[in-house]
C-alpha cells in the first residue's frame, strides 16, 4: 500500500493537515499493473448500472469482484452478476434470497457455479470490507454510512456517491480515512477535484458548485405550491434515482453537496458559493487567489466522474462523450433563489452546527422526500417540515466525539418527529 504526493505541494509549503480528498496524494491499496479489483454497492441503480456499463467496456482497467444491492431488482442483480462474473452478490432484504437463487441458476444455467450470496441489513458493510481495490459506494440514503466506514477500515479505496454517509458521519469518515483514500464521485466534487489540481491548497479563494436548478428553476415559493411528484420527477439535464430527483427539484441535494464540498476540501461554509447553471455542462469550478477560475466541463453524464472515481489517477479514455464544439451552445449562469429554495441556506446552518445536526436534516429530508412522493405531503410542505425538525433538534454536541451510535439515535428521532409531523400535515389537508 502506499500513498504517492503527486503535488504541486499540496499544502503551499504550509502545515495545514490534508484535506479528506486531495487529488495531488494518490493512495493505492494494491500496487500493481493488472485490472482493478472493484465492489460496486447499489449496483442496480442509477450510478450502479453506469458503473458496470463503463467496467464491462473496460476490462482490461477494471474487475468486479462483487455487486450489492437491496433486492428490488433481482433478474437485473443476476445478469450483472453474469455478465462481470463476479465472485459474491449481495442483497439486504433476505426475503429476495431464494428469488436470487432462481435468476441466478437461469443466467448461468449448469455448467457454472454460481456466486456467493450474501444477505441481511448487513450484507452491503460485509462486502464493502471484502478484497477488492476500490469499493464505488452508489447505495442511496443514510443507511449507506456503515459500508462506507468498512470500507475505509478495510483500508479500500472507496469511489463515493452516496453523500449522505460523508454528510451524516462526517466526523466518523474523517477520522477513518487516509490522506487520498476517498474520490468523489458525486460530478460537483469529482469537477472541484479535477480542478483542484490547477493549484495549492494555499492558492484557492473560493469553491463554486453549480446547480442545474431542477424543474422548477424560475418559479416563485407560492408557485411551487401545488406542483406535482410528476412535476418534481421531471429532471431537465440529468437522469437518477428518485430521491436524489427530488432532492434536485427542493435543491436539497444541492445544500447536501455544500456540506459534502465542505467536508471533503475543509473550505469555510463562508468560501463555497452556489451557481445556477441551467445546461449541467460546467459541474463545479474553483476561484483561485490570483482571479482566475478553473471549471471542469462535459455533457452531464455520470459515467465521466463515475470513470474518475474508480480510475483516478488515470483517466478512462472514452468514458462518456465529449461536447461537440463545431455546433453553438449556450452556458448561462444565474444566482440562486434562496427564497424559493430555502434548502442551501439551511444546509449551510446544519453544516456549521456539525455534530449530529447534517444527520438531522438529512433523515427528516428523506421522510418528507417519502411522504411527498406518497402525496401525504405537498411539495413546500417538504423544506418546512425539515425545518422544523432541524429547529426542534436545536445545538447538538460538537462533531469531535460523534460516535456511530449518537448519528443513528439523531436519525432515529428525526425520522419519527418528521412522520409525525407529515402526519399532522396529511390530517389538516384532509
Ligand atoms: N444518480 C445519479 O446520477 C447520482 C449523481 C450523483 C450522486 N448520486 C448519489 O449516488 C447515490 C445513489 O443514487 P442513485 O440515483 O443511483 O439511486 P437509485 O437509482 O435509487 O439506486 C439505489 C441503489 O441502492 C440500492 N440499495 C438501496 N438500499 C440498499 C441497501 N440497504 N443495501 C444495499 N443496496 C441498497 C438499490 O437496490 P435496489 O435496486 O434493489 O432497490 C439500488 O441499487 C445517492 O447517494 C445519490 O445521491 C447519484
Known sequence: MGV???????????????????????????AGDGPKDVVILGATGSIGTQAVDLVLRNPDRFRVTGLSANGGRVALLAEQARRLRVRTVAVAREDVVPALREALAAEYGTSEPLPEILAGPDAATRLAASDCHTVLNGITGSIGLAPTLAALEAGRTLALANKESLIVGG???KALAKPGQIIPVDSEHAALFQSLT???????????????GGPFRGRTRAELAHVTVQDALAHPTWSMGPVITIN?????????????????YDIPFSRIEVVVHPQSYVHSMVEFTDGSTLAQATPPDMRGPIAIGLGWPQRVPDA?????WSTASTWEFFPLDNEAFPSVNLARHVGELAGTAPAVFNAANEECVEAFRAGALPFNGIMETVTRVVEEHGTPA???????????????????????????TAEARA
Request: charged share 20%; hydrophobic share 45%.
Open 198 to 212: 490547477a493549484g495549492t491548497r494555499a492558492d484557492v479563494r473560493k469553491l463554486v458548485v453549480t446547480a442545474s
Open 398 to 424: 460538537t462533531g469531535t466525539s460523534l460516535t456511530v451510535s449518537d448519528v443513528l439515535e439523531a436519525e432515529t428521532w428525526a425520522r419519527a418527529r418528521a412522520q409525525e409531523l407529515t402526519a399532522q
Open 248 to 264: 434536485s427539484a427542493t435543491l436539497v441535494n444541492k445544500g447536501l453537496e455544500v456540506i459534502e464540498a465542505h467536508l471533503l
Open 320 to 324: 462518456a462523450p465529449a461536447f461537440d
Open 171 to 173: 466526523p466518523l469518515v
Open 4 to 30: 504517492t504526493d503527486r503535488g504541486p505541494g499540496n499544502n503551499g509549503g504550509m502545515s495545514v493537515p490534508a484535506p479528506l480528498a486531495d487529488p495531488h496524494l494518490v493512495y493505492d491499496p494494491v
